[in-house]
Protein backbone atom coordinates (compact mmCIF):
# COMPACT_ATOMS: atom_id res chain seq x y z
CA UNK A 1 0.00 0.00 0.00
CA UNK A 2 2.91 2.14 1.08
CA UNK A 3 4.31 1.72 -2.49
CA UNK A 4 1.27 2.62 -4.27
CA UNK A 5 0.75 5.87 -2.52
CA UNK A 6 4.70 6.53 -3.34
CA UNK A 7 4.05 5.57 -6.93
CA UNK A 8 0.82 8.38 -6.67
CA UNK A 9 3.05 11.10 -5.22
CA UNK A 10 5.74 9.97 -7.96
CA UNK A 11 3.13 10.55 -10.97
CA UNK A 12 1.87 13.65 -9.45
CA UNK A 13 5.44 14.93 -9.68
CA UNK A 14 5.99 13.67 -12.60
CA UNK A 15 2.68 15.21 -14.46
CA UNK A 16 3.92 18.60 -12.72
CA UNK A 17 6.86 18.90 -15.31
CA UNK A 18 10.29 17.88 -12.76
CA UNK A 19 13.26 18.33 -14.22
CA UNK A 20 15.54 15.65 -15.42
CA UNK A 21 18.92 15.28 -13.30
CA UNK A 22 21.97 15.62 -15.88
CA UNK A 23 23.85 12.68 -16.84
CA UNK A 24 26.60 11.34 -15.55
CA UNK A 25 29.86 11.85 -17.12
CA UNK A 26 32.03 8.97 -15.90
CA UNK A 27 29.98 6.24 -17.23
CA UNK A 28 27.12 5.44 -19.51
CA UNK A 29 24.47 3.73 -18.00
CA UNK A 30 21.46 2.06 -18.91
CA UNK A 31 18.89 -0.35 -17.64
CA UNK A 32 17.42 -3.58 -17.84
CA UNK A 33 13.87 -4.14 -16.58
CA UNK A 34 11.93 -8.01 -16.47
CA UNK A 35 10.45 -10.34 -14.01
CA UNK A 36 13.27 -12.05 -12.19
CA UNK A 37 10.47 -13.39 -9.87
CA UNK A 38 7.38 -14.96 -9.71
CA UNK A 39 5.42 -16.78 -12.41
CA UNK A 40 7.21 -14.57 -15.50
CA UNK A 41 10.98 -15.35 -14.10
CA UNK A 42 12.24 -17.99 -16.36
CA UNK A 43 11.26 -15.54 -19.43
CA UNK A 44 12.45 -12.37 -17.61
CA UNK A 45 16.28 -13.65 -16.65
CA UNK A 46 16.62 -14.53 -20.64
CA UNK A 47 16.11 -11.13 -21.26
CA UNK A 48 18.55 -9.42 -18.48
CA UNK A 49 21.09 -12.32 -19.50
CA UNK A 50 20.85 -11.14 -23.09
CA UNK A 51 21.42 -7.48 -21.71
CA UNK A 52 24.21 -8.79 -19.64
CA UNK A 53 26.30 -10.49 -22.09
CA UNK A 54 26.26 -7.38 -24.52
CA UNK A 55 27.08 -5.52 -22.12
CA UNK A 56 30.16 -7.40 -20.74
CA UNK A 57 31.19 -7.87 -24.29
CA UNK A 58 31.52 -4.05 -25.15
CA UNK A 59 33.16 -3.50 -22.46
CA UNK A 60 35.81 -5.88 -22.88
CA UNK A 61 35.91 -4.25 -26.46
CA UNK A 62 36.62 -0.42 -24.28
CA UNK A 63 33.11 0.52 -23.93
CA UNK A 64 32.15 3.54 -25.09
CA UNK A 65 34.98 6.69 -25.93
CA UNK A 66 36.69 4.35 -23.35
CA UNK A 67 34.43 4.79 -20.48
CA UNK A 68 32.55 1.54 -19.00
CA UNK A 69 28.52 0.99 -19.75
CA UNK A 70 26.94 0.23 -16.48
CA UNK A 71 23.63 -1.91 -16.37
CA UNK A 72 20.98 -1.53 -14.02
CA UNK A 73 19.12 -4.27 -13.51
CA UNK A 74 15.58 -4.29 -11.68
CA UNK A 75 13.31 -7.16 -11.44
CA UNK A 76 9.47 -5.63 -11.96
CA UNK A 77 8.06 -9.39 -11.06
CA UNK A 78 5.31 -9.00 -14.05
CA UNK A 79 3.61 -6.44 -11.76
CA UNK A 80 1.99 -2.94 -13.72
CA UNK A 81 2.68 -1.07 -10.39
CA UNK A 82 6.47 -2.16 -9.95
CA UNK A 83 7.25 -1.67 -13.57
CA UNK A 84 5.57 2.15 -13.36
CA UNK A 85 7.76 2.43 -10.01
CA UNK A 86 11.37 1.55 -11.75
CA UNK A 87 10.48 3.58 -14.61
CA UNK A 88 9.74 6.49 -12.45
CA UNK A 89 13.65 5.70 -10.34
CA UNK A 90 15.21 5.09 -13.25
CA UNK A 91 14.27 8.11 -15.11
CA UNK A 92 14.82 10.33 -12.27
CA UNK A 93 17.45 9.14 -9.82
CA UNK A 94 19.50 6.95 -12.11
CA UNK A 95 19.76 8.81 -14.74
CA UNK A 96 20.07 6.03 -17.24
CA UNK A 97 20.46 6.90 -21.14
CA UNK A 98 17.77 3.68 -22.41
CA UNK A 99 16.12 1.03 -21.17
CA UNK A 100 15.66 -2.63 -22.25
CA UNK A 101 12.84 -4.15 -21.38
CA UNK A 102 9.73 -4.99 -20.03
CA UNK A 103 8.50 -8.19 -20.65
CA UNK A 104 5.07 -7.84 -20.47
CA UNK A 105 3.00 -5.60 -22.70
CA UNK A 106 0.39 -3.67 -19.65
CA UNK A 107 3.95 -3.32 -17.79
CA UNK A 108 5.38 -1.60 -21.02
CA UNK A 109 2.65 0.36 -22.19
CA UNK A 110 2.31 2.94 -18.53
CA UNK A 111 6.42 2.81 -18.20
CA UNK A 112 7.16 3.80 -21.62
CA UNK A 113 5.23 7.40 -20.57
CA UNK A 114 7.66 7.98 -18.39
CA UNK A 115 10.39 6.76 -20.68
CA UNK A 116 9.14 8.77 -23.14
CA UNK A 117 8.98 12.18 -21.00
CA UNK A 118 12.57 11.61 -19.74
CA UNK A 119 13.34 11.66 -23.56
CA UNK A 120 15.08 7.93 -23.66
CA UNK A 121 14.82 5.38 -25.75
CA UNK A 122 12.96 2.19 -24.63
CA UNK A 123 13.63 -1.31 -26.36
CA UNK A 124 11.36 -3.76 -25.46
CA UNK A 125 12.99 -7.58 -26.40
CA UNK A 126 8.81 -9.14 -25.06
CA UNK A 127 6.34 -6.62 -25.31
CA UNK A 128 3.85 -7.82 -28.32
CA UNK A 129 0.97 -5.26 -27.78
CA UNK A 130 -0.15 -3.93 -31.10
CA UNK A 131 -0.64 -0.58 -28.62
CA UNK A 132 2.64 -0.49 -27.12
CA UNK A 133 4.02 1.54 -29.98
CA UNK A 134 0.88 3.21 -31.72
CA UNK A 135 0.30 5.80 -29.56
CA UNK A 136 1.74 9.28 -30.70
CA UNK A 137 2.55 10.54 -26.79
CA UNK A 138 5.75 7.69 -27.23
CA UNK A 139 5.89 7.47 -30.87
CA UNK A 140 10.07 8.40 -31.20
CA UNK A 141 10.97 6.62 -27.92
CA UNK A 142 9.22 3.00 -27.61
CA UNK A 143 10.46 0.31 -29.73
CA UNK A 144 10.86 -3.51 -29.89
CA UNK A 145 12.73 -6.39 -31.38
CA UNK A 146 10.05 -8.75 -30.85
CA UNK A 147 6.69 -9.14 -33.47
CA UNK A 148 3.31 -7.99 -32.43
CA UNK A 149 0.71 -10.26 -31.25
CA UNK A 150 -1.76 -9.40 -34.89
CA UNK A 151 1.25 -11.04 -36.16
CA UNK A 152 0.93 -14.47 -34.04
CA UNK A 153 -2.42 -14.67 -34.23
CA UNK A 154 -2.26 -14.38 -38.52
CA UNK A 155 0.49 -17.04 -38.27
CA UNK A 156 -1.03 -19.56 -36.04
CA UNK A 157 -4.55 -19.06 -38.34
CA UNK A 158 -2.71 -19.85 -40.95
CA UNK A 159 -1.49 -23.16 -39.66
CA UNK A 160 -5.00 -24.00 -38.44
CA UNK A 161 -6.16 -23.68 -41.70
CA UNK A 162 -3.27 -25.01 -43.06
CA UNK A 163 -3.76 -28.14 -41.58
CA UNK A 164 -7.63 -28.39 -41.95
CA UNK A 165 -8.48 -28.25 -38.11
CA UNK A 166 -11.79 -27.24 -38.85
CA UNK A 167 -13.33 -26.80 -34.71
CA UNK A 168 -11.45 -24.56 -32.70
CA UNK A 169 -11.39 -23.84 -28.63
CA UNK A 170 -9.34 -20.61 -27.66
CA UNK A 171 -8.23 -20.04 -24.13
CA UNK A 172 -6.30 -16.95 -22.69
CA UNK A 173 -5.12 -16.12 -19.41
CA UNK A 174 -6.33 -12.55 -17.77
CA UNK A 175 -3.58 -10.20 -18.74
CA UNK A 176 -3.65 -7.82 -21.29
CA UNK A 177 -1.43 -10.56 -23.48
CA UNK A 178 -3.60 -12.75 -23.09
CA UNK A 179 -6.84 -11.32 -24.06
CA UNK A 180 -5.30 -9.62 -26.55
CA UNK A 181 -3.58 -12.38 -28.31
CA UNK A 182 -6.88 -14.60 -28.21
CA UNK A 183 -8.65 -11.25 -29.86
CA UNK A 184 -6.18 -11.02 -32.55
CA UNK A 185 -6.28 -15.21 -33.07
CA UNK A 186 -9.84 -14.93 -33.52
CA UNK A 187 -9.89 -11.96 -36.16
CA UNK A 188 -7.34 -13.56 -37.84
CA UNK A 189 -9.88 -16.74 -37.86
CA UNK A 190 -12.77 -14.75 -38.83
CA UNK A 191 -11.21 -12.80 -41.77
CA UNK A 192 -8.75 -15.21 -43.60
CA UNK A 193 -10.31 -15.70 -47.38
CA UNK A 194 -9.47 -19.09 -47.57
CA UNK A 195 -11.13 -20.73 -45.13
CA UNK A 196 -12.83 -20.14 -42.20
CA UNK A 197 -12.78 -22.65 -38.65
CA UNK A 198 -15.52 -22.82 -36.48
CA UNK A 199 -14.75 -21.21 -32.74
CA UNK A 200 -16.84 -23.74 -30.72
CA UNK A 201 -15.16 -22.50 -27.57
CA UNK A 202 -13.93 -19.66 -26.07
CA UNK A 203 -13.04 -18.76 -22.23
CA UNK A 204 -10.32 -17.39 -19.90
CA UNK A 205 -8.52 -19.98 -17.51
CA UNK A 206 -7.45 -19.14 -13.94
CA UNK A 207 -3.63 -18.32 -13.89
CA UNK A 208 -1.50 -20.11 -11.29
CA UNK A 209 -3.65 -23.74 -11.01
CA UNK A 210 -2.08 -27.13 -11.35
CA UNK A 211 -5.26 -28.82 -12.01
CA UNK A 212 -7.35 -27.71 -14.81
CA UNK A 213 -9.50 -31.01 -14.97
CA UNK A 214 -13.22 -28.97 -14.73
CA UNK A 215 -12.34 -26.51 -17.49
CA UNK A 216 -10.68 -29.68 -19.79
CA UNK A 217 -13.92 -31.96 -18.72
CA UNK A 218 -15.95 -29.15 -20.17
CA UNK A 219 -13.94 -28.30 -22.95
CA UNK A 220 -13.56 -31.60 -24.45
CA UNK A 221 -17.62 -32.11 -24.54
CA UNK A 222 -17.31 -29.45 -27.43
CA UNK A 223 -14.93 -31.80 -29.47
CA UNK A 224 -12.52 -29.18 -30.86
CA UNK A 225 -9.78 -30.56 -33.18
CA UNK A 226 -7.31 -27.67 -31.84
CA UNK A 227 -7.22 -26.00 -28.52
CA UNK A 228 -5.08 -22.59 -28.61
CA UNK A 229 -3.84 -20.68 -25.67
CA UNK A 230 -2.93 -17.12 -25.41
CA UNK A 231 -0.76 -17.34 -21.54
CA UNK A 232 2.61 -18.77 -20.05
CA UNK A 233 4.13 -21.78 -19.98
CA UNK A 234 3.60 -22.94 -16.56
CA UNK A 235 -0.67 -22.99 -17.50
CA UNK A 236 0.44 -24.63 -20.90
CA UNK A 237 1.94 -27.56 -19.56
CA UNK A 238 -0.53 -28.08 -16.50
CA UNK A 239 -3.35 -27.63 -19.25
CA UNK A 240 -2.02 -29.90 -21.88
CA UNK A 241 -0.36 -32.68 -19.06
CA UNK A 242 -4.22 -33.60 -18.71
CA UNK A 243 -5.55 -33.96 -22.13
CA UNK A 244 -5.40 -37.65 -22.78
CA UNK A 245 -7.25 -38.42 -19.02
CA UNK A 246 -10.07 -36.43 -20.65
CA UNK A 247 -10.22 -38.07 -24.26
CA UNK A 248 -8.33 -34.91 -25.82
CA UNK A 249 -4.98 -36.76 -26.45
CA UNK A 250 -5.32 -36.74 -30.40
CA UNK A 251 -6.05 -33.08 -30.49
CA UNK A 252 -3.51 -30.32 -31.77
CA UNK A 253 -2.41 -27.87 -29.43
CA UNK A 254 -1.06 -24.62 -29.91
CA UNK A 255 -0.05 -21.79 -28.16
CA UNK A 256 1.22 -18.06 -28.03
CA UNK A 257 5.23 -17.08 -27.62
CA UNK A 258 4.49 -17.12 -23.81
CA UNK A 259 4.62 -20.44 -24.00
CA UNK A 260 8.07 -21.05 -26.10
CA UNK A 261 9.87 -22.46 -23.07
CA UNK A 262 11.36 -25.55 -21.67
CA UNK A 263 9.34 -25.70 -18.77
CA UNK A 264 6.32 -26.21 -20.69
CA UNK A 265 7.45 -29.78 -21.69
CA UNK A 266 9.15 -30.63 -18.34
CA UNK A 267 5.41 -29.99 -16.75
CA UNK A 268 3.62 -31.42 -19.32
CA UNK A 269 5.70 -34.40 -20.50
CA UNK A 270 4.78 -36.41 -23.30
CA UNK A 271 1.45 -34.72 -23.72
CA UNK A 272 3.15 -31.69 -25.29
CA UNK A 273 4.72 -33.97 -28.10
CA UNK A 274 3.39 -32.16 -31.35
CA UNK A 275 2.47 -28.93 -29.84
CA UNK A 276 2.90 -25.85 -31.66
CA UNK A 277 3.61 -22.17 -30.24
CA UNK A 278 4.84 -19.04 -31.28
CA UNK A 279 8.66 -18.69 -30.86
CA UNK A 280 10.90 -15.31 -31.46
CA UNK A 281 12.68 -15.67 -34.35
CA UNK A 282 15.26 -18.18 -34.73
CA UNK A 283 19.40 -17.29 -34.20
CA UNK A 284 21.28 -17.75 -36.98
CA UNK A 285 25.09 -16.26 -35.55
CA UNK A 286 25.42 -19.48 -33.83
CA UNK A 287 28.81 -18.37 -31.62
CA UNK A 288 25.91 -16.61 -29.84
CA UNK A 289 24.90 -19.82 -28.79
CA UNK A 290 28.26 -20.99 -27.94
CA UNK A 291 28.77 -17.70 -26.06
CA UNK A 292 25.99 -17.48 -24.01
CA UNK A 293 26.24 -21.66 -22.87
CA UNK A 294 30.13 -20.85 -21.71
CA UNK A 295 28.45 -17.76 -19.78
CA UNK A 296 25.29 -18.98 -18.78
CA UNK A 297 25.53 -22.73 -18.63
CA UNK A 298 22.30 -22.97 -20.38
CA UNK A 299 21.17 -22.50 -24.43
CA UNK A 300 19.41 -18.95 -24.90
CA UNK A 301 16.03 -20.06 -24.72
CA UNK A 302 12.96 -17.48 -24.38
CA UNK A 303 14.06 -13.42 -24.99
CA UNK A 304 17.75 -13.84 -24.58
CA UNK A 305 18.56 -13.59 -28.63
CA UNK A 306 15.89 -10.08 -28.47
CA UNK A 307 17.48 -8.93 -25.90
CA UNK A 308 20.86 -9.07 -27.08
CA UNK A 309 20.13 -7.63 -29.98
CA UNK A 310 18.37 -4.43 -28.42
CA UNK A 311 21.39 -3.67 -26.30
CA UNK A 312 23.61 -4.10 -29.00
CA UNK A 313 21.47 -1.30 -31.03
CA UNK A 314 20.88 0.98 -28.19
CA UNK A 315 24.77 0.75 -27.52
CA UNK A 316 25.46 0.82 -30.70
CA UNK A 317 22.92 4.05 -30.67
CA UNK A 318 24.93 6.11 -27.96
CA UNK A 319 28.43 5.34 -29.62
CA UNK A 320 26.82 7.15 -32.64
CA UNK A 321 26.07 9.96 -30.79
CA UNK A 322 28.88 10.53 -28.93
CA UNK A 323 26.85 12.35 -26.12
CA UNK A 324 24.93 11.18 -22.77
CA UNK A 325 21.97 13.05 -24.52
CA UNK A 326 18.53 10.56 -24.36
CA UNK A 327 16.32 12.13 -27.31
CA UNK A 328 19.67 12.08 -29.35
CA UNK A 329 20.19 8.42 -28.87
CA UNK A 330 16.65 8.14 -30.04
CA UNK A 331 16.76 9.48 -33.26
CA UNK A 332 20.05 7.31 -33.53
CA UNK A 333 17.70 4.21 -31.97
CA UNK A 334 14.79 5.09 -34.50
CA UNK A 335 16.90 4.81 -37.64
CA UNK A 336 17.64 1.85 -37.33
CA UNK A 337 18.50 -0.20 -40.51
CA UNK A 338 20.02 -3.21 -41.33
CA UNK A 339 21.38 -3.90 -37.81
CA UNK A 340 23.55 -7.14 -37.40
CA UNK A 341 21.56 -8.67 -34.72
CA UNK A 342 22.22 -12.23 -34.35
CA UNK A 343 18.67 -13.38 -35.21
CA UNK A 344 19.19 -11.76 -38.41
CA UNK A 345 19.26 -7.89 -40.16
CA UNK A 346 16.83 -5.78 -38.42
CA UNK A 347 15.05 -2.73 -39.01
CA UNK A 348 12.06 -0.64 -37.48
CA UNK A 349 9.45 1.28 -39.22
CA UNK A 350 8.04 4.46 -38.06
CA UNK A 351 7.01 2.98 -34.85
CA UNK A 352 9.17 0.78 -34.08
CA UNK A 353 8.50 -2.11 -34.90
CA UNK A 354 9.88 -4.78 -37.08
CA UNK A 355 10.12 -4.31 -40.64
CA UNK A 356 10.50 -8.29 -40.56
CA UNK A 357 7.90 -10.41 -38.65
CA UNK A 358 9.87 -11.31 -35.72
CA UNK A 359 8.28 -14.59 -35.52
CA UNK A 360 8.68 -18.13 -36.12
CA UNK A 361 6.52 -21.50 -35.26
CA UNK A 362 8.14 -24.28 -33.30
CA UNK A 363 7.22 -27.71 -33.00
CA UNK A 364 7.82 -30.56 -29.86
CA UNK A 365 9.51 -33.01 -31.44
CA UNK A 366 11.30 -35.76 -28.72
CA UNK A 367 10.55 -33.21 -25.91
CA UNK A 368 12.46 -30.46 -27.57
CA UNK A 369 10.90 -27.48 -29.54
CA UNK A 370 12.24 -27.62 -33.40
CA UNK A 371 11.75 -24.48 -35.06
CA UNK A 372 9.07 -25.47 -38.31
CA UNK A 373 8.95 -22.03 -40.30
CA UNK A 374 6.34 -19.62 -40.64
CA UNK A 375 3.67 -21.95 -42.44
CA UNK A 376 2.94 -18.67 -44.12
Known amino acids: MKRKNLFILFLSLLLCGCFRPPQSEEAYKIAVVAPQSGPYSYLGESIVNGAELAVEEANKNGGINRKKILLVKEDDGGLVGEGAFFAYRLTRTEMILGVIGHLNSDISIPASEFYARAMIPQISPGSTSPYFTEREATKGYVFRTIGRDDTQGKLLANYVIKHGLARVAILYNDRAYGKLLAGEFAKALKNNPISRPQIVFYNMIEVGKKDYGALISQLASY ?44 IGGKSTEGSVVISPSPIRDKSFIKTYLERFKKEPLGYAANSYDATNILISAIKKVEVQNGEQIAKEVASTMNFKGVSGLISFDKNGDLTSLGFGLSKVENGKFKGIGNEK
Not at 228 to 250: I, S
Request: proline share 5%.
Open 223 to 266: KPDVVFLAGEQDDAGNLVRDFPKYGLGMTQFIGGDGIDNEEFIK
